[in-house]
């Protein structure tokens, strides 16, 4: 469901590093699945991962991410007491930090909301429309009951930045799978490239001698090196003096 698997690709390590799934996310899990039965119009694809890698190199998924469309749909299906109300809307264009505020207050739904945009959370040039957004999804996952157990807009994908730590209790992550060709091919080609930087950094070195060099050694130019061509390389630059 969502997509889920037992390893994720890294882009720090760049390599497949195990998940984990918080306490969090098996809520909002749970939770889309009912909105899912409950809700013909929704579908699995309306819904993707929030993941975040933990400072123990694991990925842990840490809710679900609902689309913009999806919030549109559900506003569009819900009684109309429910829906919501462009007139509760009222802006204030100099918020704190220079931030642009929507604010949505609804007596009547018991509502209270805020949709904000500033140049820390929005990195697109429609901050009016990037506030707004946040403001109507807010309201209506907040009204369905979505946003009680972790589903998030996708309008707050650059408020989703963060890093966790392992939850206790989590049951062990599963065996870490072996990393594709190419990863592997990449990675080795990062730890080549960072020995013979340093060995050139700290012997005022010429880089370009320095490759075609390991070039000579190995017998093929640094292009068709494989992974293993590449670890070879390493060594080489670890060795000089």
């Not at 209506?140 to 309008?155: E, T």
């Not at 060099?213 to 630059?237: H, M, V, Y």
Request: proline residues 5%.
């Amino acid at each position: 469901m969502f997509n889920e698997k037992t390893s994720e690709y890294s882009l720090k390590t760049r390599q497949q590093i195990p998940v984990v799934q918080s306490a969090k996310y098996l809520a909002s899990r749970a939770k889309a699945i009912k909105a899912i039965q409950e809700r013909p119009y929704l579908n699995e694809a309306d819904f993707w991962i929030l993941m975040n890698e933990t400072k123990t190199g694991k990925m842990m998924y840490t809710g679900l991410i609902i689309s913009h469309n999806a919030c549109l749909k559900i506003n569009d299906n819900m009684p109309e007491k429910d829906k919501f109300n462009p007139d509760c809307v009222s802006v204030d264009k100099t918020g704190y930090g220079n931030s642009l505020v929507f604010t949505y207050t609804n007596k009547q739904q018991g509502l209270y909301e805020v949709g904000e945009a500033s140049a820390q959370n929005c990195k697109n040039a429609y901050p009016y429309a990037m506030a707004y957004k946040r403001l109507f999804d807010r309201v209506v996952l907040k009204i369905c009951k979505l946003a009680f157990d972790g589903i998030y807009s996708d309008s707050e994908a650059d408020e989703f930045k963060e890093r966790y730590e392992d939850e206790p209790g989590q049951p062990p992550a599963p065996q870490q799978e072996k990393p594709t060709p190419a990863a592997a091919r990449l990675a080795a080609r990062a730890e080549c490239q960072r020995a013979v930087k340093s060995y050139c950094q700290k012997n005022n070195a010429d880089e370009a001698d320095a490759w075609k060099l390991i070039a000579e050694t190995i017998g093929k130019p640094s292009k068709d090196f494989t992974a293993e061509d590449w670890k070879q390389g390493q060594q080489i630059a670890e060795a000089w003096k």
